[in-house]
């Protein structure tokens, strides 16, 4: 009886953290690329404020996608406005986005510049759990 308790304690451990590693993925992926109200002048200034860099260092990210929509909205991909995109969702219908891209090549934090470009795109993200938690890229969709 003590072990069949010690494996649901267990087993429910790693659910929650599972659970809170997730929260922690959406709450990271927000801040780095939902800005409702986003110009495509305002890169600097958002990426510094934010603090985005490359993972786990003062380097300049190459670039970072903001997507112009409110989290509900970005959340419906994973659920019901998206479509299978490889591992990746991808969107139903097109996000207005600004794509930051360094100038700057070798660049650290503060001094990173950016070049801003406003785009109307679908968008590939990584869901879990209906979350997304990776913005994978933006893609350019003709109509027939």
Same mark, same amino acid.
């Given at each position: 009886?003590?072990? !069949?308790? /010690?494996?649901?304690?267990?087993?429910?451990?790693?659910?929650?953290?599972?659970? /809170?590693?997730?929260?922690?993925?959406?709450?990271?992926?927000?801040? @780095?690329?939902?800005?409702?109200?986003?110009?495509?002048?305002?890169?600097?200034?958002?990426?510094?404020?934010?603090?985005?860099?490359?993972?786990?260092?003062?380097?300049?990210?190459?670039?970072?996608?903001?997507?112009?929509? !409110?989290?509900?909205?970005?959340?419906?991909?994973?659920?019901?406005?998206?479509?299978?995109?490889?591992?990746?969702?991808?969107?139903?219908?097109?996000?207005?986005?600004?794509?930051?891209?360094?100038?700057?090549?070798?660049?650290?934090?503060?001094?990173?510049?950016?070049?801003?470009?406003?785009? !109307?795109?679908?968008?590939?993200?990584?869901?879990? @759990?209906?979350?997304?938690?990776?913005?994978?890229?933006?893609?350019?969709?003709?109509?027939?």
């Amino acid at each position: 009886m003590q072990i !069949t308790f /010690a494996c649901l304690l267990l087993l429910c451990a790693t659910v929650l953290s599972q659970d /809170a590693s997730v929260s922690q993925r959406y709450r990271k992926f927000i801040e @780095q690329h939902i800005k409702g109200e986003m110009s495509a002048d305002r890169c600097d200034d958002e990426i510094r404020n934010r603090g985005i860099s490359k993972t786990n260092s003062n380097e300049c990210k190459e670039t970072n996608t903001f997507i112009q929509a !409110t989290t509900k909205l970005v959340r419906a991909i994973c659920e019901r406005a998206g479509e299978p995109y490889g591992d990746m969702t991808k969107s139903l219908q097109p996000f207005s986005i600004v794509v930051c891209t360094l100038r700057n090549q070798d660049a650290r934090q503060p001094r990173c510049q950016y070049r801003g470009r406003r785009y !109307t795109r679908r968008i590939a993200i990584k869901c879990e @759990q209906g979350f997304p938690v990776h913005f994978e890229r933006d893609i350019v969709h003709f109509e027939n």
